[in-house]
């Protein structure tokens, strides 16, 4: 059997423009993309894949292409991306890329809420921001869709200037720089020299970059460059903001050219989101957005996945901010909580994972926080955190604290609860 060419598989894609990589999810008459990982082979699960409703497969493997429903490719991955590239390339409307070390999916909601007060938007569903997840994100744009939002991630050197390859952005953000991935990108360095791979995808095609113009690093890699600037402070800006309360929730005001100031009341636990408010802001004025559906789109977004969620319970006042952790982060985050008002103060922070060499000192410098600004009570979950002696609640995991937890009752208190994902701390807190 010959291996199928970009095009053909495109003119397969136009009749069939569901895309599937699991085989047990398999919607009739989409296309199954037979993926390998390091525990599993999709051309293994290609003939079920048919029989529950796929109306072809994409295999690499020549033995498992039994009739004219496989199509053979030399390597399903690198056909799904190019055929996402290929997709792109055939789209009018413009395409924003979104990255940054922390905020970058809380300002492609952002966004998304903002644009799609006037649009028909595409935007990345949760997190789904690698090597995949752009791709099939990607193939999820339809005729009627007027502007797609791109969040890219990436953990290693070259990954962003990969995701631009295959979604070539017309317009890009980067919502900040900071220390994460470090056993990864090796330093902050390296993790600069990969993000900014957006900027340089932007240059070469005359692109537009969003600028978080207060960023301490991001304003000199966009030299020369067609640039919106957003912030708190400086001249020139297209849009800026202004802190007004953050007890809990974000409230700002912001004005676009300097126009008269436009309140915001958010649903958004912590200061540090108001850049994240405002490049939203500045991506929908540019795009025509008005400033009341702005306002409305940000004071009625709400945050879920355990991103900077406020959660009453009958017990505690949670701040669930789990989905992940590194060192700017969870600084930030501390730095919000501290200024908080509430009577009673609790921590709940479990390891920041991926940090290399880098880990020890930088959860070391957590600790020494914690020690300078003591709160009433702190635990810290996770073997990191816990490899040398220190003076607050040391558990193992999410195990030990549900346990601790259970012998210990805890009520009256606003709760901070932030770690990485693989720290999972959202599972051992049923009883708060």
Known sequence: MKTASIEQLYIHYQKHPVITTDSRNCPSGSLFFALKGDRFNGNLFAEKALSDGCAFAIVDEAEYAKDNRYLLVDDVLTALQQLAAYHRRQLAIPVIGITGTNGKTTTKELTNAVLSEKYNTLATEGNLNNHIGVPLTL??????????????????????????????????????????HLEGF?????????????????????????????????????????????????????????????????????????QNPVSVATQLIGSYNLPNALAAAAIGAYFGVEESQISHALTNYHPENKRSQLIRTPKNTLILDAYNANPTSMMAALE???????????????????????????????????????????????????????????????NELA??????????????????????????????
């Open 403 to 432: 346990q601790w937890i259970a012998g210990n009752p805890t009520e009256g208190y606003h709760i901070l609860i932030k770690g990485s994902r693989g720290i999972a701390l959202e599972k051992g807190i049923d009883e708060l």
């Open 139 to 180: 193939l999820k744009i339809r005729p009627e869709h007027e502007i797609a939002i791109i969040e890219m991630g990436a953990n290693h050197p070259g990954e962003i200037k990969m995701l631009c390859e295959i979604a070539d952005p017309e317009f890009g953000l980067i919502t900040n720089v900071g220390k994460a």
């Open 186 to 258: 090796g330093s902050l360095d390296g993790v600069i020299r990969t993000k900014t791979e957006l900027y340089q995808s932007l240059r070469h095609r005359d692109g537009t970059v969003f600028l978080h113009a207060d960023n301490p690093y991001l304003p000199a890699y966009t030299d020369g460059m067609d640039v919106i600037r957003y912030g708190e402070n400086g001249d020139g800006l297209f849009i800026k903001g202004r802190l007004t309360d953050c007890s809990p929730t974000l409230s700002f005001e912001f004005q676009i050219n300097d």
């Open 336 to 398: 919000n909580f501290k200024l908080m008002k509430a009577e009673k103060k609790m921590l709940i922070l479990g390891d920041m994972r991926e940090l290399g060499a880098e880990s020890e000192k930088e959860h070391q410098r957590i600790i020494e926080f914690l020690r300078e600004n003591p709160f009433d009570r702190i635990v810290l979950v996770g073997d990191e955190f816990n490899k040398h002696p220190h003076p607050f609640i040391a558990l193992a995991d999410r």
